[in-house]
């Protein structure tokens, strides 16, 4: 899970989590207000029923029941119950409803002075109310319909401000925290795009001196020393090439001299030869790596427009003088828009360099001498297609194709120094194109250049 996804998520759930036990506190305590402003009602009524019938003496029981009957503050289904101090029963309300008493709890009341209790969906008030001369006790049940009518519309009104403000979190906490984060998604496409050949890559940074800015700035910092130190070693490499190339220039020189000498003799000139051999390919990997220093150099633009077909036929050309019984059969696929399709922007030179080595490393590694070269479009490339008949690869040996001094199990027997598709995939890279090895069928090496429409 990404980090903008647990945010959002331990962010979502906190508020869910909070919400809900908000809500049930609210909830709690307002049925518990409720409860205790109904008791205080039905103790005012049973107080007062009480008082009526024992300090004012014009009041009897009927008249009694005729004030209860009428009267404003009338409770839903009640039932008034008034005992006199030996447990008779002086007062009923003309209610049909039922309390459930005893003596037991007329004794609790003497003891206790007041009850409050639940019996089914009545709710029942005691009270014990002594005077002077006698004592009386008081039940009195009722429901309260109004105060259950509040506390049901406040639960749907909490579980539907529940559900709509928790969905509506999520929603925005979502955005939020993907807003919040769009800094680091660019640094992290940024980072994703950084290679050798663009060190030189940096993020912005802004002013609000925030935790992604400091990253930022640091990593600006980071970048500068890695490319410093990468440009210092290029440049070693690249004058430390140059300067090689001049002392086997003469060893050459001196070399051909001394085996063109008539006087030589045919051992000194045989040990000569391997000499020779030898400096050619001290020569040749001075040239490649060389190669490699200007491409990350880039001391070649490449913003002309070139044709393919015609870098390809310049690259068969050049093979041909160096392996003369080498076979290239040419092919082009017949398109609409290939002519369109040939012209891409590039470096002349690099790219005759690229397509050479990948000829050559077809002519070597054939087993037939003969290779097969075809250009193709699809809806997005150009493709240029190298195959030849041969021992193929390992699926390790083709995870590590591309990198320097790689060679394989095929290449016993034959000079190289494994740094020709390295090349080849540094241009392609510097051209925004790829490069793709496989093996279709048996015995088959396919090389497949990508280059984008």
Not at 196 to 215: F, M, V, Y
Not at 241 to 258: D, F, G, K, V
Not at 275 to 298: C, G, Q, T, Y
Request: hydrophobic share 40%; net charge neutral; glycine share 2%.
């Amino acid at each position: 899970m990404t980090l903008k996804n647990r945010i959002s998520l331990l962010v979502s759930l906190l508020f869910t989590i909070l919400f809900g036990l908000a809500s049930t506190v609210i909830f709690i305590l307002y049925s518990n207000y409720r409860k205790e402003e109904f008791r205080d009602r039905l103790e005012i009524k049973a107080l007062s029923n009480i008082k009526l019938l024992v300090n004012v003496k014009q009041v009897d029981n009927q008249l009694l029941k005729i004030i209860d009957q009428n009267s404003i503050n009338k409770l839903y289904d009640e039932k008034t119950l008034v005992f006199d101090s030996n447990f008779k029963l002086i007062y009923s309300s003309i209610d049909d409803a039922k309390i459930n008493w005893s003596i037991d709890d007329l004794k609790y009341l003497k003891k206790n002075k007041t009850f409050f209790k639940q019996q089914g969906d009545y709710e029942v008030y005691g009270v014990f109310y002594d005077t002077n001369d006698k004592d009386f006790y008081a039940l009195i049940s009722a429901t309260d319909d109004y105060g259950k009518k509040k506390l049901l519309f406040l639960r749907y009104t909490l579980i539907i401000s529940y559900i709509f403000f928790t969905c509506l979190c999520w929603v925005i906490t979502s955005f939020t925290i993907k807003k919040a984060m769009n800094p680091l998604n660019a640094f992290h496409q940024k980072i994703k795009k950084i290679n050798e050949n663009n060190l030189d890559t940096r993020i912005e940074s802004k002013s609000s001196k925030d935790e992604i800015d400091l990253i930022a700035h640091e990593f600006n910092f980071m970048m500068d020393r890695i490319e410093l130190s990468y440009q210092k070693q290029k440049e070693f490499t690249a004058h430390a090439s140059h300067e090689l190339r001049t002392p086997l220039s003469r060893m050459t020189s001196q070399i051909e001299n001394a085996i063109a000498d008539p006087e030589a003799k045919p051992k000194n000139k045989s040990f000569l030869n391997a000499i020779l051999a030898d400096v050619n390919h001290l020569s040749e990997l001075i040239n490649s790596l060389l190669i490699l220093s200007k491409i990350d150099n880039r001391e070649a633009e490449h913003h002309e427009t070139q044709r393919i077909d015609e870098i390809l036929f310049s690259s068969i050309e050049k093979i041909n003088k160096s392996f003369p019984d080498f076979v290239i059969l040419f092919e082009m696929e017949e398109s609409d828009d290939l002519d369109t399709a040939l012209e891409i922007k590039g470096n002349r030179n690099l790219l005759e360099i690229a397509l050479g080595n990948i000829l050559k490393n077809a002519c070597v590694y054939s087993d037939n001498k003969q290779a097969k070269v075809k250009i193709s479009t699809d809806h997005y490339h150009l493709i240029v297609s190298v195959s030849n008949t041969g021992d193929t690869l390992s699926e390790e040996e083709q995870k590590n194709l591309f990198q320097p001094f790689m060679r394989g199990k095929n290449a016993q027997g034959t000079s190289g120094f494994g740094l020709g598709l390295r090349i080849v995939q540094r241009i392609l890279t510097l051209h925004k194109a790829n490069i793709n090895y496989s093996t279709p069928a048996t015995n088959t090496n396919l090389f497949q250049l990508f280059f984008n429409l």
